[in-house]
C-alpha cells in the first residue's frame, strides 16, 4: 500500500520534475562544468580555473558589475515607489479613473523591443521629445545615450516607466482586498491620511511589497531586450549589464566556456538575493 | 550537325526529365541579414521566386534574420542543433571565425567547370579582399557597400557654398562645415556641419579615418592589427577633434540607428553613412542632396562592408551545387543591377554596371555610382581571429576617446595591447 502511494506521488510529480530537470538543473550544470572544463566553444578535457581568472582580471566585467548593481539600487525602488503612489491614486475615487488605470498600465503591455525603438528617437539629441522639451524651457540639449554620465541613468528611466505599470496592478489588487472597516474605524478616532497609510494601508501591502520586490530585482538583472535597441551596452561598457555581456561574449564573441563563468556569477548574484529575501525580509511581512 | 545537335538536346531533356523525376527536389536553406532602412526583404524574396521559377528543382528557404550579428548566430544555432541550412548571407568579415569553427567551405571547392572559375573572377577585386583567405574564395559578395558622405545641396547653397563640390580633403571638411554649423542666439547649434556615427560599427568608420591617413588596421590573416601606429592615432584625434576642436560634428557619440533621420529632418549638412542607405535616402529626402566620396587626408579611401555569400561545410555535395547556382544566381549582372537599384548597395561586378537596366539608373541618377567609384580607394574592413571581440576593444575605444574619458594614444595602446593578447596564440 505505502510501496503504490509512493510510486503515484512520484508519477504525479514527474511531469513538472522531468522539466525542471531538463531545463533547469541540467543546464546549470551544464554551464558550471563547461566554466571549469571549456575553452572558446570547445569542450577541454582537464579542470582548469582559466576562465574565472580571466574574469578577475577583466576590467569590461567588473565594470559591468557595478553597471548592474547600481541598475538594480536604483530601478527597483524607484519602480515599487511609483507603483504604489499610482495605485494609490488610481484606487481612490476620481474622475477618469479606469482611463487612468489603463495609461499607467500600457507601457507594460507594449513588447520591449518596441519600446525601446519608441525611446531611441525620444532620446535622440537633434530630433528627440527630450530635448525639444528641454529647449523650449530654454535648457541646452543632452546626449542622453551618447554621454557615458547619462547613458545609464536613461536606460533607468525607461525601465521604471516600464516596471512601474505592471507592478501597480498587484498594488491596485491588494489594495482592493484591505477591509474598509479599518478605515472606517480609523477615522472615527480621527487619524490623519499619512497616519492611516503608515499603520494599515503599508503593514497590509506588505506581501505584495515582497512580491514585487522580487520581480524587480529579478528583473532588473535579467531584462536587458532594450539594451539591443538603445545603447548596445555603450558608449564604452556605460551601460552594458552582466546578462547582456553573457549574450555579448556567448554570441557576439563565441566564447561560451567564458560566457558560462560569467553566468555562474550571475547565478551566484541571484542566490545571494534569494537569499536575503527570504531569509531576512520575509520574517518582517504579516500574511 | 544540327541534326546531332537536336539529338543531344533531346537526349538531354529526357535525361534532365528523368534526373528531376528520380531525384527529389534539393531543398536549400539560406540565413540572410539586412542592416539598414527599407524592405529589402521584399527585394531579396522577388529574387529568390525569379531563382525558383527557373529552377524548378531547387526549393530555396530564405529566411531574414535580423542584422549581421543575429544572421550568424541563427545560422551557426541552426547548424548546431542539426537543422538543415546549406548557405548564409553573413557578414564579409565573418570569415576568420567562421574558419575557426569549420562551418565553411571554400567556392573553389565546389566550382568545377572554367565557366565558373571566370565567374569567380568576375567581381570588384576590392569586394574580394575580405572573402579570400590563404588564396582560396570563402566569401562572395553580395550586399556590398562603402561609406559616403551624403550631403544636402539646399544647405550648400543656403550657406554660401558650390552645392556639385562637397569637401574633398579633411581641411574642407572642416571650413565648409564650420560654414554649414549654424547656431541660434544662445549658441546653442541647430544645425550641424557633418555627422560620423560612433554607435553600431566605430570601427567601420574609424576604418576610412585610417585608410584615409594611408594605413591598414589589420593585415591579410588576421592576426595582427595596428591599432597603436601614430597614423591610427592621428586619424583617432582628427575624429575627436571634429567635435571638440572645430566643432563641426557633435561631441560625444552619435547614433547609427537614428543618423539618416537627422540627416532626412535636416539637422546635419553632411553624413557618413552605408552605400545601402541611398535609395532609402532617395524616396525620403525632401531637399535637392547629393552623395560624394569620402574627404581625403593623404588619400581617399573606405572599408568595403556588408555581406558575402558563405556555402557550409556540412550540405551533400549535390546540395552544394544547388547553392552554388543559387549564388550564381544572385549575383548575375541582372541580378545584382536589379538589387543594386533598389537597394543602393553597389553592382558587385563590373558586368553589373554595364547592364542596360543599372546604366540607365547610374545616368539619371548619379550617385548610384559613387560607391563604384570610390573603389579604387576602397580596402578591406576590419577582419581578424575572434573578431567580435577585437572588434569591441577597438568600439570602446573610439567611444572611450569620442566621449573625453581617454586620450587617442592611451585608448589605442590598450586596445592593441589586449588584441595582442588575444590574436598571439593565431600567429
Known amino acids: 500500500m505505502f510501496k503504490t502511494y509512493k510510486a503515484q506521488a512520484w508519477l504525479l510529480l514527474a511531469p513538472a520534475l522531468i522539466l525542471l530537470v531538463a531545463f533547469t538543473y541540467f543546464p546549470i550544470g551544464n554551464t558550471v562544468w563547461r566554466s571549469f572544463f571549456g575553452f572558446g566553444v570547445q569542450m577541454g578535457d582537464y579542470l582548469s580555473d582559466e576562465n574565472y581568472a580571466r574574469l578577475m582580471e577583466d576590467t569590461v566585467f567588473w565594470k559591468v558589475l557595478k553597471n548592474n548593481l547600481l541598475y538594480a539600487l536604483v530601478t527597483v525602488p524607484a519602480s515599487i515607489v511609483l507603483a504604489l503612489v499610482m495605485a494609490l491614486w488610481v484606487n481612490s475615487k476620481i474622475a477618469g479613473q479606469s482611463f487612468l488605470r489603463l495609461s499607467f498600465f500600457t507601457p507594460t503591455m507594449l513588447p520591449m523591443i518596441s519600446v525601446a525603438n519608441i525611446w531611441l528617437l525620444f532620446y535622440s539629441p537633434e530630433i528627440g521629445l527630450f530635448n525639444s522639451v528641454l529647449e523650449s524651457f530654454g535648457g541646452s540639449g543632452i546626449n542622453w545615450l551618447g554621454d557615458p554620465d547619462t547613458a545609464l541613468y536613461s536606460l533607468m528611466a525607461m525601465t521604471i516607466w516600464k516596471e512601474a505599470g505592471f507592478f501597480m496592478i498587484f498594488y491596485l489588487a491588494a489594495l482592493q482586498t484591505i477591509s474598509p472597516d479599518l478605515y472606517k474605524a480609523a477615522r472615527t478616532e480621527n487619524a490623519s491620511a499619512w497616519y492611516i497609510f503608515r499603520r494599515i494601508t503599508f503593514p497590509l501591502l506588505m506581501p505584495t511589497t515582497l512580491f514585487v520586490f522580487v520581480n524587480a530585482l529579478l528583473n532588473a538583472f535579467k531584462l536587458i531586450d532594450h539594451l539591443f535597441i538603445l545603447t548596445k551596452g555603450g558608449p564604452n561598457n556605460a551601460t552594458n549589464l552582466l546578462l547582456y555581456y553573457i549574450y555579448e561574449n556567448s554570441f557576439s564573441f563565441f566564447d561560451t566556456a567564458y560566457a558560462s563563468a560569467l553566468t555562474v556569477v550571475l547565478l551566484l548574484v541571484l542566490i545571494i538575493m534569494a537569499l536575503i529575501q527570504f531569509g531576512i525580509i520575509e520574517r518582517r511581512v504579516h500574511y | ?427
Open chain 2, 1 to 427: 550537325m544540327r541534326k546531332n545537335l537536336k539529338k543531344l538536346l533531346t537526349v538531354g531533356a529526357i535525361g534532365l526529365s528523368f534526373s528531376a523525376l528520380v531525384h527529389a527536389k534539393t531543398e536549400l536553406t539560406m540565413y540572410y541579414p539586412v542592416s539598414v532602412g527599407g524592405s529589402l526583404t521584399k527585394v531579396v524574396d522577388s529574387i529568390v521566386a525569379d531563382f525558383e521559377q527557373q529552377n524548378p528543382d531547387i526549393d530555396v528557404n530564405a529566411i531574414y534574420a535580423g542584422n549581421y550579428n543575429d544572421a550568424r548566430v541563427k545560422a551557426l544555432a541552426a547548424l548546431n542543433s542539426g537543422k538543415p541550412a546549406q548557405l548564409s548571407v553573413m557578414f564579409s568579415i565573418d570569415v576568420h571565425e567562421l574558419m575557426d569553427l569549420d562551418a565553411i567551405v571554400p567556392f573553389d571547392e565546389v566550382i568545377s567547370t572554367p565557366e565558373e572559375k571566370t565567374w569567380l573572377n568576375s567581381f570588384h577585386p576590392a569586394l574580394m579582399e575580405n572573402g579570400l583567405v590563404d588564396g582560396k574564395t570563402y566569401g562572395i559578395p553580395f550586399q556590398r557597400s562603402t561609406i559616403v558622405m551624403y550631403y544636402n545641396k539646399d544647405m550648400f547653397r543656403a550657406a554660401g557654398l558650390d552645392p556639385e563640390k562637397a569637401p574633398s580633403s579633411w581641411q574642407e571638411l572642416i571650413d565648409m562645415g564650420q560654414k554649414l554649423t549654424k547656431k541660434d542666439s544662445s549658441g546653442k547649434v541647430t544645425q550641424w556641419g557633418a555627422m560620423i556615427p560612433s554607435t553600431g560599427y566605430p570601427y567601420w568608420m574609424f576604418g576610412a579615418l585610417t585608410k584615409e591617413k594611408g594605413h591598414k588596421l589589420m593585415n591579410q590573416a588576421g592576426n595582427k592589427t595596428y591599432f597603436d601606429d601614430p597614423k591610427a592615432i592621428a586619424a583617432l584625434e582628427f575624429w575627436q577633434d571634429l567635435g571638440d576642436k572645430y566643432q563641426v560634428i557633435p561631441k560625444g557619440t552619435i547614433e547609427w540607428g537614428t543618423l539618416r533621420q537627422n540627416f532626412l529632418e535636416e539637422k546635419t549638412a553632411m553624413m557618413w553613412h552605408s552605400t545601402g542607405n541611398l535609395t532609402a535616402v532617395k524616396n525620403a529626402a525632401k531637399f535637392d542632396f547629393g552623395v560624394a566620396m569620402l574627404p581625403a587626408n593623404v588619400e581617399r579611401g573606405s572599408p568595403t562592408g556588408g555581406g558575402n555569400f558563405y556555402l557550409f561545410k556540412n550540405a551533400t555535395t549535390e546540395e552544394k551545387k544547388a547553392a552554388l547556382e543559387l549564388v550564381k544566381f544572385m549575383t548575375s549582372p541582372e541580378q545584382a543591377a536589379k538589387w543594386s537599384i533598389q537597394t543602393g548597395y553597389m553592382g558587385i561586378s563590373p558586368a553589373a554596371y554595364q547592364t542596360p537596366e543599372l546604366k540607365e539608373y547610374v545616368s539619371s541618377f548619379p550617385p548610384a555610382a559613387v560607391a563604384r567609384d570610390q573603389l579604387k580607394f576602397a580596402t578591406a574592413e576590419l577582419s581578424t581571429h575572434q573578431s567580435g571581440r577585437v572588434r569591441k576593444l577597438l568600439d570602446d575605444a573610439i567611444q572611450a576617446v569620442l566621449n573625453g574619458q581617454q586620450s587617442a594614444e592611451q585608448a589605442l595602446t590598450s586596445a592593441q595591447k589586449q588584441a595582442d593578447r588575444i590574436l598571439s596564440r593565431y600567429r
